[in-house]
C-alpha cells in the first residue's frame, strides 16, 4: 500500500477548495432591484400557469362560436333482392344534406358564456399577477432583512468578544474574579450560536427568493435597500374593497356562472335538422327531390337536472363573492392600522436604538472605571442587539403593510422605486 506525501496531499486539498469556492462564486448571483427582478420574472410558472388559463378560455370562446356541420348522407333502396329487385334496375339512390338548426339561443348563449370565461380567466390572472408580486416582495425583503439581522448578530458577536478580551484583561491582573471571565465566555458562545442561526436564516430566505423569482441561479446578495423605504413617510393610498383583485375575480366567477345558466337552459330546447337531397329512380331514370325536417320530442328529457345545478353552482359562486366581499374590507382595514401602526413603530425602535447605543456605550465607561458591574455591561450589550433588531422587524412590517395595500390595489408593490 503506497500513501501520499503530506505536502502534495495538502496541495490537492488546497486545489480542490479554491477550486469549489470559485465553483460556487460563479454559480451565485446577486439579485437585482425589485421592480427589475418582477420584469425578469414573467415566465415564473404562476404566471405563465394564469396566461395559459386565459389563452385556454379564448380557445374555448372560438369554438363556441363555431356552427355544427352538415351532414352528407348516400343512400341506395330496393336492390339485391329477388325478380326485379335483383340487381340495381330497381334501385333508389338519395343523396342528402342534413343541416341541424340550434334553437333557443344556443350558439348566442355559448358564446356569451366563453366571453365570461375569458372574463374570469383574466380576472384571475390579475389576482394572481397580484399575489405574485405580493409574494416577491415580501421574500425580496425577507432576503435583505435576513442579511442585515447577519451583520447584526456578527456586529454582537464583535462586542462581545471586545467585552471577552476585556474582562480577560481585567481577570488577569486580578481585578474581576474568575466567575466574571466565565460569564463573558459564555455570553461570546450564545452569540456565536447567535451568528449561525442567523447564517442559516439567511440562506433559507435566499433560496425562497431565487425559487419564487424562478432564478436559474441562486441568489446570494440583493442589490437594492428595499427597507431604507421604511423611514419615508407617504400619503396612504386610498383602496376600494370592491376592486380588490380577489372581489373582481370572485365577481367574474359569478358572471360565468349565470352564463352557464343560459347555456343549459337553450340545451333544454330540441334542435331541428333540416334535409335535402336528391333521388335517383333507377326504374323510371329519372330524379326528384326530397327533403324533411326533424325534431326531438322534449317528453323525458328536458334537461332540468342540469339547469338546476347550473343555478346551484350560481349561487355558490354568489356565497363566494359575499365572502370576498368581506374580506376585501377586513382586509383593507387590517392593513391600513397595520401600516400606521409600522410607522408608528418604526420611529419608536428608531429612537430605542439610539437611546440603547448610547447607553451601551456609558456602561461600557463605567465598567472600565470601575464603577459599573459587569451584569450591568452584559445587559446593556443585550438591550442594544434586542433594539437594533426590533427596528429592523419595525421596518420588516412597515414595508409587509405597504406591500399588502399594493396588492389590495392590484399592482406591484413600492412602484414608486
Known amino acids: 500500500m503506497t500513501f501520499m506525501s503530506p505536502k502534495p496531499l495538502m496541495a490537492a486539498v488546497a486545489v480542490a477548495c479554491l477550486w469549489g469556492l470559485c465553483f460556487n462564486t460563479a454559480l451565485a448571483d446577486t439579485a437585482p432591484p425589485y421592480k427589475e427582478l418582477l420584469a425578469q420574472s414573467a415566465n415564473a410558472p404562476r404566471l405563465r400557469e394564469a396566461s395559459a388559463n386565459v389563452d385556454q378560455a379564448n380557445h374555448l370562446l372560438t369554438q363556441a362560436r363555431a356552427r355544427p356541420n352538415p351532414s352528407l348522407n348516400l343512400q341506395s333502396e330496393n336492390f339485391g333482392g329477388r325478380a326485379s329487385y335483383r340487381d340495381f334496375r330497381s334501385a333508389e339512390t338519395t343523396f342528402s344534406i342534413d343541416q341541424t338548426l340550434e334553437l333557443g339561443g344556443k350558439r348566442s348563449a355559448r358564446i356569451q358564456a366563453g366571453r365570461a370565461g375569458v372574463g374570469a380567466a383574466q380576472a384571475q390572472k390579475s389576482q394572481t399577477v397580484a399575489d405574485y ?134 340545451l333544454g330546447v330540441p334542435d331541428a335538422t333540416v334535409s335535402l337531397g336528391v333521388r335517383r329512380l333507377q326504374a323510371d331514370r329519372t330524379s326528384a327531390l326530397v327533403g324533411g325536417v326533424s325534431m326531438p320530442f322534449p317528453v323525458f328529457d328536458r334537461n332540468r337536472g342540469n339547469i338546476a345545478a347550473a343555478g346551484s353552482q350560481r349561487d355558490a359562486a354568489l356565497a363566494r363573492l359575499e365572502q370576498a366581499r368581506l374580506d376585501a374590507i377586513s382586509e383593507t382595514s387590517s392593513a391600513m392600522a397595520s401600516l400606521f401602526a409600522a410607522r408608528t413603530h418604526v420611529t419608536a425602535t428608531r429612537n430605542a436604538q439610539a437611546t440603547a447605543e448610547e447607553a451601551y456605550r456609558l456602561t461600557r465607561i463605567g465598567y472600565e472605571s470601575g464603577k459599573i458591574p459587569l451584569s450591568e455591561v452584559l445587559n446593556a450589550r443585550r438591550a442594544l442587539t434586542d433594539a437594533r433588531s426590533q427596528a429592523l422587524d419595525a421596518r420588516v412590517e412597515r414595508l409587509n403593510a405597504e406591500a399588502t395595500l399594493d396588492r389590495l390595489q392590484g399592482v406591484a408593490p413600492f412602484g414608486d422605486l
Open 133 to 266: 408580486g405580493y409574494d416577491l416582495a415580501l421574500a425580496y425583503i425577507q432576503a435583505e432583512a435576513a442579511d442585515k439581522r447577519l451583520t447584526l448578530a456578527t456586529d454582537a458577536l464583535t462586542l462581545t468578544e471586545e467585552d471577552d478580551r476585556r474582562v480577560t484583561a481585567l481577570v488577569d491582573a486580578g481585578k474581576e474574579a474568575q466567575l466574571r471571565q466565565a460569564q463573558a465566555r459564555a455570553a461570546t458562545e450564545a452569540a456565536r450560536a447567535e451568528v449561525d442561526e442567523a447564517k442559516a436564516a439567511r440562506a433559507e430566505a435566499f433560496a425562497r427568493l431565487t425559487a419564487i423569482s424562478g432564478s436559474p441561479v441562486p441568489f446570494t446578495s440583493v442589490s437594492q435597500d428595499i427597507l431604507a423605504h421604511a423611514d419615508v413617510n407617504e400619503t396612504p393610498p386610498d383602496v376600494d374593497p370592491l376592486k380588490t383583485p380577489s372581489y373582481l375575480a370572485a365577481k367574474a366567477d359569478v358572471d360565468s356562472a349565470q352564463a352557464q345558466i343560459n347555456v343549459q337552459k337553450s
